[in-house]
């Protein structure tokens, strides 16, 4: 092995590879283990938990459940609002939606900074596999937003400060991912990337502040007990927070194992390559 392949946790191309589907299933099954040596330092991201299927398919069928369980709660558990009535049951799936963007845009801002620090793999694996999930949130909020404002406001859109920021930051991520898409060479696409995903995530301080800041449609989430909410509406709410937080761990578990898969699947090529010459 030369020194140029003993690099594993440095940055190597991926992509389709060509190789037979009984070893494609192989690699596949055997994960980290063979060849996935060569791409992967030991200490990967979540290496013990993604060698278990069982596990992860034990956290996805948890995830499953309370999402089921913040589906009925929103629909029959929590009593109907009422100024806006049944379309207030959207905003237990808007706000979770918005917070697990946060999150995953925060996710990103942290991988991306180690892969500006160490220039490892793993945390280009994370940021990219969380901005994914942190697009599809973002697309939710975007989604639900407008639907809750028609009934709340009578319009589908308004440009207020909370609004205009969330749509900037779908926007920056969207270009996060088209940005990974067009450059070619691992390394500078990690760096140019890792940049992006940083800098995007200055802007969601401004989304959670801008109600404080600025005069705003949205109005103040307020938790307790002479709040706006009822006590079935913060349970509700607070049970659809964890259900979302359990599907983002879980999807994103899965994602980082495809991309390492990738990886895996890539070191095999060169390996056959280096067989044939």
């Known amino acids: 092995m030369t020194s140029q392949d003993k690099g594993p946790e440095r940055f190597e191309a991926v992509g389709p590879v060509g190789c037979s589907r009984t070893a494609c299933r192989e690699v596949l099954r055997r994960g980290e283990e063979g060849v996935a040596s060569e791409t992967f330092n030991e200490d990967g991201i979540g290496k013990g938990f993604l060698g278990r299927s069982r596990l992860l398919t034990g956290l996805g069928a948890v995830a499953l459940i309370s999402f089921v369980a913040a589906l009925g709660a929103a629909l029959f558990y929590a009593p109907t609002e009422r100024t806006m009535g049944h379309a207030q049951r ?16 925060f996710v990103v801002c942290a991988a991306s900074i180690l892969v500006l620090w160490k220039g490892e793999r793993k945390w280009d694996i994370l940021a990219v596999s969380s901005a994914e999930l942190g697009v599809l949130f973002a697309t939710l909020v975007l989604i639900t937003g407008p639907l809750w404002a028609k009934t709340a406001w009578g319009i589908w859109w308004v440009w207020d400060a909370r609004l205009t920021a969330t749509l900037v930051l779908w926007l920056i991520y969207v270009g996060y991912l088209m940005l990974r898409a067009y450059v070619e060479d691992p390394a500078r696409r990690a ?12 802007d969601i301080p401004f989304i959670v502040l801008s109600v404080q800041w600025w005069r705003t449609q949205h109005p103040t989430l307020i938790l307790t007990e002479r709040g706006s909410l ?42 056959r390559d280096r067989g044939g010459r």
């Open 191 to 202: 760096r140019l990337s890792a940049v992006l995903g940083i800098v995007g995530a200055a």
């Open 90 to 105: 959207i905003f237990y799936f808007h706000v979770p939606s918005a917070w697990i963007a946060f999150l995953a845009f």
């Open 230 to 271: 009822a006590p079935e509406m913060i349970q509700t709410l607070m049970l659809a927070l964890l259900s979302f937080s359990l599907v983002y761990v879980y999807l994103l578990l899965r994602r980082v194992r495809v991309e390492r898969a990738k990886d895996t699947l890539e070191a095999l090529k060169r390996r």
